[in-house]
């Protein structure tokens, strides 16, 4: 049986240094970009689409086919680099306005979720909005993160 899985990026400003070239939103794609095609891969060769709320469209088809040729990483094992080109994403990334798919919906839900529960706000608490993303647990991609035990990939 087929079962949802959550990948979630993280972007911790307070960890970084910021620079004049830094760009945050490319880091979080790049990361859950390689992250998602990795699941495909080691799920026995599968396949995907991204789908995203509208953002620079042009930005983020570019930054696709870029990966899908070269998308250098860190590796475990050596100082250089190794090759993650991105081959197990179907199509250029579709872009939806949330009103008019449930599936960016949820993605905002969870996204918010666990922004929440990473900063709580004290008028929230009393609703348990910070113990939200607790519930997910379930069906998060643990594997994503060998850092986080939720999976969350911190950039």
């Known amino acids: 049986m087929n079962q949802a899985k959550i990948l979630n990026v993280a972007y911790r400003k307070e960890n970084r240094s910021f620079g004049l070239d830094e760009d945050i939103q490319e880091d979080c794609w790049k990361f859950l970009i390689t992250r998602f095609n990795t699941f495909l891969e080691k799920k026995g060769n599968e396949y995907g689409i991204l789908f995203s709320d509208e953002t620079n469209e042009p930005k983020l088809r570019g930054l696709v086919r870029k990966m899908r040729i070269y998308n250098p990483v860190p590796s475990l094992y050596s100082s250089k680099p190794r090759m993650a080109n991105i081959n197990q994403i179907l199509e250029d990334p579709v872009i939806r306005k949330s009103e008019h798919s449930y599936f960016v919906q949820i993605a905002d839900l969870i996204a918010h979720a666990l922004y929440r529960n990473l900063y709580p ?4 608490k009393k609703y348990n909005v910070d113990r939200l ?18 999976g969350i990939v911190y950039v």
């Open 121 to 124: 706000k004290g008028s929230y």
């Open 133 to 150: 993303f607790d519930i997910l647990d379930p069906i998060l991609l643990k594997e994503a993160s060998k850092k986080d035990a939720r």
